[in-house]
Nanobody
Framework: QVQLVESGGGLVQAGGSLRLSCAAS????????MGWYRQAPGKQRELVAG???????NYADSVKGRFTISRANAKNTVYLQMNNLKPEDTAVYYC?????????????WGQGTQVTVSS
C-alpha cells in the first residue's frame, strides 16, 4: 500500500505562487506515474498534471504555461510549482500515484491540501 502526504497549500493573492509537495511512502517500488488532481466546490475532480517515472509530463489546458510538475525519484516526491495563480485555481489539490504510465489510472490518493486564491 502506498501512502501519499501533501504539503504546501495555503492562501495567496491572484498572481502569486505556491509550491505543492507530495511524499510517497510504503510500497513505492511499483509506482510509475504520479500527479495532481483538484476539486473545487460543486465540481468534479479534475486532472491538473501528471508525470511518469521517466519524467514525461502532461497538463490540463487551463494550467499550461503557469504550472510545472516535477519529480525527485530518489526522494519519492512529486512537486507542483504554481505561478500566476488565478481565483479559479481555488480547490483542494490531491496527490495521486499509479502503477501505470498514465496518471488517469489512479491507485493511491493523498488526503488533499487546500489552495485558495483571492482576487
Amino acid at each position: 500500500q502506498v501512502q501519499l502526504v501533501e504539503s504546501g497549500g495555503g492562501l495567496v493573492q491572484a498572481g502569486g505562487s505556491l509550491r505543492l509537495s507530495c511524499a510517497a511512502s510504503g510500497s513505492i517500488f511499483g509506482i510509475n506515474a504520479m500527479g495532481w488532481y483538484r476539486q473545487a466546490p460543486g465540481k468534479q475532480r479534475e486532472l491538473v498534471a501528471g508525470i511518469t517515472r521517466g519524467s514525461s509530463t502532461n497538463y490540463a489546458d487551463s494550467v499550461k504555461g503557469r504550472f510545472t510538475i516535477s519529480r525527485a525519484n530518489a526522494k519519492n516526491t512529486v512537486y507542483l510549482q504554481m505561478n500566476n495563480l488565478k481565483p479559479e485555481d481555488t480547490a483542494v489539490y490531491y496527490c495521486a500515484a499509479s502503477d501505470f504510465s498514465s496518471i488517469a489510472v489512479v491507485g493511491s490518493w493523498g488526503q488533499g491540501t487546500q489552495v485558495t486564491v483571492s482576487s
